[in-house]
């Protein structure tokens, strides 16, 4: 999938702009808060209705203005061509509108137009809890198939409910039923995450071992209370400390998803640049599975490219990333000068965009 031309008006610091991208590589360059970040979370309001900053739509409309409208228009890898169109505005709220014609729900529009993000802020995959891995997991999966979220809403009711009922005392045969509601829906929530980390898993391994040379390995790991029983067995076994404690101490709320180098935690064992690279690699692997599925190359944003990265990853990340296997790609980086000598020398050919004050020239 290729976004051929992007406008922009009063997104954030920019008032009005009009793009038309390169289907290979785009580059954005400018000072720190030029912009360059915005251009690309205007590019993930057309994909997915929202900012990948935790920002609200009403925090995305330009200081002092009342709306904002994104605008873009797609190339299908298979030659279908797409209108885009997203506004917000600060009574009426979100309108997401595809060939002209309003979705009646924005969650129609997930897993249509396959985008993937690598930016800064990725590293809390890493450093946070498991809350944060849980979220990055199911916002995969949600974009893969169309019937998980509906699961894991059920999932969370019913769990909700089991622990407003543990504080009640409740009769045995009640929470029966909440163990085998909870127990279903576990089963398939549990069966997909296994299948999905199943997959990443060799691509994570081999993106990584590109990206650094070989010099290092890592392994990414699900943990889940059920892979010891199934979860109506061990709500059951837990029965006891859950009337204690009031609240379910088991089932895939507390699932994980372990990373590691060269067999030790990440968080505490590798650097800074092999973190960088470890969620580089994850996201490469997330690429693969929603080109497969969309059976459309994914576009590629990568903002600040050289974020804790050596020349030589770098280098080797856009040998990667600009041959066949991946489609559209937008960079943003500060520095002009080192970002067209790596591009250069990794032999990719780009358009280059430079950002000031929310403004784009040639
Ligand atoms: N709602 C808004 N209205 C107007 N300006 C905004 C709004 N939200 C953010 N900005 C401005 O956008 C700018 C930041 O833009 P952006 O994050 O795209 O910068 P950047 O070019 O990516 O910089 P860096 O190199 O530091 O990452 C800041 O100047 C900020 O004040
Ligand atoms: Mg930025």
């Given at each position: 999938?290729?976004?051929?031309?992007?406008?922009?008006?009063?997104?954030?610091?920019?008032?009005?702009?009009?793009?038309?991208?390169?289907?290979?590589?785009?580059?954005?360059?400018?000072?720190?808060?030029?912009?360059?970040?915005?251009?690309?979370?205007a590019v993930h309001y057309l994909a997915l209705a929202k900012s990948m900053h935790t920002l609200t739509d009403s925090q995305s409309v330009c200081h002092g203005k009342d709306s904002f409208l994104v605008d873009g228009k797609f190339k299908r890898d298979d030659g279908r061509l797409d209108h885009v169109v997203c506004?917000?505005?600060?009574?009426?709220?979100?309108?997401?509108?595809?060939?002209?014609?309003?979705?009646?729900?924005?969650?129609?529009?997930?897993?249509?137009?396959?985008?993937?993000?690598?930016?800064?802020?990725?590293?809390?995959?890493?450093?946070?809890?498991?809350?944060?891995?849980?979220?990055?997991?199911?916002?995969?999966?949600?974009?893969?198939?169309?019937?998980?979220?509906?699961?894991?809403?059920?999932?969370?009711?019913?769990?909700?409910?089991?622990?407003?009922?543990?504080?009640?005392?409740?009769?045995?045969?009640?929470?029966?039923?909440?163990?085998?509601?909870?127990?279903?829906?576990?089963?398939?929530?549990?069966?997909?995450?296994?299948?999905?980390?199943?997959?990443?898993?060799?691509?994570?391994?081999?993106?990584?071992?590109?990206?650094?040379?070989?010099?290092?390995?890592?392994?990414?790991?699900?943990?889940?209370?059920?892979?010891?029983?199934?979860?109506?067995?061990?709500?059951?076994?837990?029965?006891?400390?859950?009337?204690?404690?009031?609240?379910?101490?088991?089932?895939?709320?507390?699932?994980?998803?372990?990373?590691?180098?060269?067999?030790?935690?990440?968080?505490?064992?590798?650097?800074?640049?092999?973190?960088?690279?470890?969620?580089?690699?994850?996201?490469?692997?997330?690429?693969?599975?929603?080109?497969?599925?969309?059976?459309?190359?994914?576009?590629?944003?990568?903002?600040?490219?050289?974020?804790?990265?050596?020349?030589?990853?770098?280098?080797?990340?856009?040998?990667?990333?600009?041959?066949?296997?991946?489609?559209?790609?937008?960079?943003?980086?500060?520095?002009?000068?080192?970002?067209?000598?790596?591009?250069?020398?990794?032999?990719?050919?780009?358009?280059?965009?430079?950002?000031?004050?929310?403004?784009?020239?040639?």
């Amino acid at each position: 999938m290729i976004l051929d031309t992007l406008s922009i008006i009063n997104f954030k610091n920019i008032c009005e702009e009009q793009l038309t991208l390169s289907p290979d590589v785009n580059c954005f360059v400018g000072d720190n808060g030029a912009g360059k970040t915005n251009i690309l979370d205007a590019v993930h309001y057309l994909a997915l209705a929202k900012s990948m900053h935790t920002l609200t739509d009403s925090q995305s409309v330009c200081h002092g203005k009342d709306s904002f409208l994104v605008d873009g228009k797609f190339k299908r890898d298979d030659g279908r061509l797409d209108h885009v169109v997203c506004g917000y505005t600060r009574r009426g709220g979100k309108t997401l509108k595809r060939n002209g014609k309003e979705y009646d729900k924005l969650s129609d529009h997930i897993g249509g137009f396959p985008i993937v993000v690598v930016s800064p802020a990725d590293s809390a995959l890493i450093s946070d809890s498991a809350e944060e891995r849980r979220r990055y997991i199911n916002r995969l999966i949600s974009q893969l198939d169309r019937g998980y979220l509906a699961q894991l809403i059920r999932y969370n009711t019913t769990l909700q409910e089991r622990n407003k009922v543990l504080k009640m005392n409740p009769a045995e045969d009640m929470l029966l039923i909440y163990d085998q509601m909870l127990s279903t829906s576990a089963d398939l929530l549990y069966q997909r995450r296994t299948e999905i980390i199943a997959q990443m898993r060799p691509l994570v391994e081999e993106y990584y071992a590109l990206l650094s040379d070989q010099r290092e390995e890592v392994e990414i790991e699900y943990r889940s209370d059920l892979q010891s029983a199934p979860l109506s067995e061990l709500l059951l076994q837990s029965r006891q400390k859950d009337f204690v404690n009031e609240f379910t101490s088991v089932g895939v709320h507390r699932d994980d998803i372990i990373f590691s180098i060269g067999g030790y935690p990440l968080r505490k064992f590798g650097s800074q640049g092999q973190q960088k690279s470890f969620l580089i690699a994850l996201k490469l692997a997330e690429y693969r599975l929603l080109a497969e599925k969309a059976d459309d190359r994914p576009i590629l944003l990568l903002d600040d490219l050289f974020d804790k990265l050596d020349m030589r990853r770098v280098a080797q990340l856009l040998r990667l990333v600009g041959g066949d296997m991946f489609g559209q790609i937008m960079i943003t980086d500060c520095n002009k000068h080192r970002l067209q000598r790596t591009l250069s020398e990794a032999g990719v050919e780009y358009k280059l965009f430079h950002i000031n004050q929310g403004k784009a020239t040639l």
